[in-house]
């Protein structure tokens, strides 16, 4: 089972980035959805943007979608997220996560966070107004 750990958070004014990491201990190419995920105190996890390691086909939340960008480095075994015009809103640990994907299906934010077997620790990403 592959090992994930997160890096790159902090604390940020709003309209600021950050760009966070996620070390992968090996590297699929085939098959494999990488995700991130976020969870604010008393909310329900959420995913908001997924990679299909093999194609590099991304899917975004509504809530991100033109804000952040996920992207990955195979050569260095690492899933990014960009994240730019940081709001209060996105205060939440990041974590980031990998599932199979189904033969034939495709990997989206739609996919819940009970689908992924392996998960990092999570890193705080802080908001300030």
């Known amino acids: 089972q592959v090992r994930l750990q997160e890096s790159g958070g902090g604390s940020v004014q709003a309209g600021g980035s950050l760009r966070l990491s996620c070390q992968l201990s090996e590297y699929t190419y085939n098959d494999n959805c990488l995700a991130w995920f976020r969870q604010s105190p008393g909310q329900e996890r959420e995913a908001i943007a997924v990679i299909a390691a093999s194609s590099g086909a991304a899917d975004y939340a509504g809530s991100v979608r033109g804000r952040f960008a996920i992207s990955q480095e195979k050569a260095e075994n690492t899933v990014f997220l960009q994240m730019n015009r940081l709001k209060p809103e996105d205060t939440a640990i990041y974590y980031c996560?990998?599932?199979?994907?189904?033969?034939?299906?495709?990997?989206?934010?739609?996919?819940?966070?009970?689908?992924?077997?392996?998960w990092g620790q999570g890193t705080q990403v802080t908001v300030s107004s």
């Open positions: 996560a990998a599932r199979k994907r189904s033969i034939g299906g495709y990997c989206s934010t739609e996919a819940p966070d009970s689908a992924y077997t392996s």
